[in-house]
Nanobody, 127 residues
């Protein structure tokens, strides 16, 4: 059974940090890219970041560059999203997703390309 389980969400103040985790099972981790998406109330789901499990290539949305860092521990089949300098506008449900094969260019941010999704974890940034 394929599973993607997010954890690490919570309530944090503006300027604070959180680290999200995405634990994967049920598929060959090295054959997939893992992406992070978020969805705020009343807004469309948007791509935040992505990492290729095979070569470690990383991708970021402009809105999080320099603040968020994605990393992967292939031994643990887990991807992390370190979020620093959090802003109100980062408040959303964060989802991780798995893309079979390699991502290229900006395709990583297209949610339709992902095969599997986690259930999401809430991140709330308050002042």
């Amino acid at each position: 059974e394929v599973q993607l389980v997010e954890s690490g969400g919570g309530l944090v103040q503006v300027g604070g940090s959180l680290r999200l985790s995405c634990a994967a099972s049920g598929f060959t981790f090295d054959d997939y890219a893992i992406g992070w998406f978020r969805q705020a109330p009343g807004k469309e789901r948007e791509g935040v970041s992505c990492i290729s499990s095979s070569d470690g290539s990383t991708y970021y949305a402009d809105s999080v560059k320099g603040r968020f860092t994605i990393s992967s521990d292939n031994a643990k089949n887990t991807v992390y999203l370190q979020m620093n300098s959090l802003k109100h506008e980062d408040t959303a449900v964060y989802y991780c997703a798995a893309w079979g094969g390699e991502v290229h260019g900006s395709s990583w941010s297209n949610s339709k390309g992902y095969d599997y999704w986690g259930q999401g974890t809430q991140v709330t940034v308050s002042s």
